[in-house]
């Protein structure tokens, strides 16, 4: 069992940044994927980015890409996204996930892990 604790989220105005730490505890952390999913009121989940188990492969929804950035630090189990030029329509609960398939994926099924979630209010 992966146990998953995101933080970060916060208020902010449009334009401004924040960054998201998601800690893992249970097991080797640099056995799974980890992947940033988001939802917003009345929407479904979305994938937002996601990291392979090294970090040498990153993938990116269009809606964010060139404003978010994933990383990971496997000596610390903890993966992270910056959110840079931030959007109202960025706002939702944002959640961190792992899984250990052979490789990198972004629907949210294939994910097995899930942390609590942290709430991202862009103000415009």
């Known amino acids: 069992q992966v146990q998953l604790v995101e933080s970060g989220g916060g208020l902010v105005q449009a334009g401004g940044s924040l960054r998201l730490s998601c800690a893992a505890s249970?097991?080797?952390?640099?056995?799974?994927?980890m992947g940033w999913f988001r939802q917003a009121p009345g929407k479904e989940r979305e994938f937002v980015a996601a990291?392979?188990?090294?970090?040498?492969?990153?993938k990116y929804a269009d809606s964010v890409k060139g404003r978010f950035t994933i990383s990971r630090d496997n000596a610390k189990n903890t993966v992270y996204l910056q959110m840079n030029s931030l959007k109202p329509e960025d706002t939702a609960v944002y959640y961190c996930?792992?899984?250990?398939?052979?490789?990198?994926?972004?629907?949210?099924?294939?994910?097995?892990?899930w942390g609590q979630g942290t709430q991202v209010t862009v103000s415009s």
């Open positions: 990291i392979s188990k090294s970090g040498g492969i990153t």
């Open positions: 996930a792992a899984n250990d398939y052979f490789y990198l994926v972004v629907t949210p099924q294939r994910y097995d892990y």
């Open positions: 249970g097991h080797t952390f640099s056995n799974y994927h």
